[in-house]
């Protein structure tokens, strides 16, 4: 089993700027990858970028050039830095590891942006 806990959610005005973090903890060797996902209300669950344990990294074409994703393999820690950040981007925001195979999810953390 791997938990996953996420934060750095909150509100921010268009244009401002957030820092996610999600902290992997129990059987977490054997990692292929971490990533972020996203769910707006009404909408489905969408990708928003993964890093493998080399880290390549693959972004939704809506968060290119604003969003990076990073992860701290000694923290067993990913990241996510948005800038730019538009009220299209307001979701829960899901931290999301592949372990042999295996898809864990933390409980998603809030992140609103106003106009």
């Known amino acids: 089993q791997v938990q996953l806990v996420e934060s750095g959610g909150g509100l921010v005005q268009a244009g401002g700027s957030l820092r996610l973090s999600c902290a992997a903890s129990?059987?977490?060797?054997?990692?292929?990858?971490m990533g972020w996902y996203r769910q707006a209300t009404g909408k489905q669950r969408e990708l928003v970028a993964t890093i493998t344990t080399g880290g390549s990294t693959h972004y939704a074409d809506s968060v290119k050039g604003r969003f990076t994703i990073s992860r701290e393999n000694a923290k067993n820690t990913v990241y996510l830095q948005m800038n730019s950040l538009k009220p299209e981007d307001t979701a829960v925001y899901y931290c999301?590891?592949?372990?042999?195979?295996?898809?864990?999810w933390g409980k998603g953390t809030l992140v609103t942006v106003s106009s």
């Open positions: 999301t590891v592949d372990r042999v195979g295996v898809d864990y």
């Open positions: 129990g059987s977490i060797t054997r990692i292929n990858y």
